[in-house]
């Protein structure tokens, strides 16, 4: 069994868990799955805006498919919520992505 089928079986099982999600989502993006992806992360970020981790990797996303504009609104989402959470070291990670792209 993939990690892929076990991912989706564990979400399920279990049902919404932004972890599996997240960790779908970016299963979904090593094999070229980028609009799966995208949707998983969008789904997440709508239910637990917190979950500062996605914001940077669906970011990149949106980046790699040429949606730079949108890639700037979540990069800026994301460091709202990690700032919101005391969250240095992510709120740095989003600085840094948001900065490259808008070199």
């Not at 997440?44 to 805006?49: G, M, S, T």
């Amino acid at each position: 069994m993939s990690r892929i089928d076990k991912l989706l079986e564990y979400i399920k099982s279990s049902g919404p868990d932004s972890f599996l999600q997240h960790a779908l989502a970016l299963e979904y993006i090593k094999i070229g799955k980028d609009p799966e992806a995208r949707n998983l992360f969008n789904e997440l970020l709508l239910r637990e805006p917190t979950y500062v981790g996605s914001y940077y990797h669906l970011g990149k996303l949106l980046e790699r498919v040429g949606d730079g504009e949108k890639a700037i609104r979540i990069y800026r989402r994301g460091m709202e919520e990690a700032k919101r959470a005391g969250d240095q070291h992510s709120y740095n990670e989003l600085q840094g992505a948001l900065d490259d792209l808008e070199e």
